[in-house]
């Protein structure tokens, strides 16, 4: 099997699960490498159909980071309208999500939420996005991404 390395400080991967499917992560920095297949199948299983229904990429821009999977440079971008930035192998071979990308989502959904209580059409909309469902979208980016 191929040696994946770290995008951002070059060191090995080691085999990791996100949410049950296979993945590489940096023991250092903690990101995450998933492949283009892994990605597909945890968005079939935890993703909303809301979610799935934005484009995956836009606001592309190149990065310094290489791709682990072919070694070129990655192209980093928002995920499906989310303020969530992830690097992607120009070959689409992959997805790297570094740790503190985490972080910060979970800051802006924070804020999101709280902005959302204080208008009573957003609210709305807020319970309607979550009408059908057990789980808040935090939990489902959450979960997607297999953070705790
Ligand atoms: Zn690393
Ligand atoms: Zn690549």
Redesign the pocket.
């Known amino acids: 099997m191929q040696q994946l390395t770290?995008?951002?400080?070059?060191?090995l991967?080691v085999d990791s699960k996100t949410s049950g499917e296979e993945s590489s992560e940096?023991?250092?920095?903690?990101?995450v490498w998933l492949t283009t297949h892994a990605l597909e199948s945890l968005e079939d299983n935890a993703a909303s159909d809301d979610m799935v229904k934005g484009q995956r990429q836009y606001g592309k821009q190149i990065v310094e980071h290489l791709c682990p999977h072919c070694g070129e440079a990655m192209i980093r971008f928002r995920y499906r309208g989310y303020n969530l930035e992830i690097e992607a192998c120009p070959a689409d071979a992959g997805f790297w999500l570094d740790k503190k990308e985490d972080s910060e989502i979970r800051d802006v959904m924070k804020q999101r939420g709280s902005n959302l209580n204080r208008s009573a059409s957003a609210e709305k909309s807020w319970h309607r996005a979550r009408r059908g469902t057990k789980l808040s979208l935090v939990q489902r980016v959450k979960q997607l991404f297999g953070f705790h």
């Open positions: 770290c995008p951002v400080d070059q060191l991967l940096c023991t250092t920095c903690e990101g």
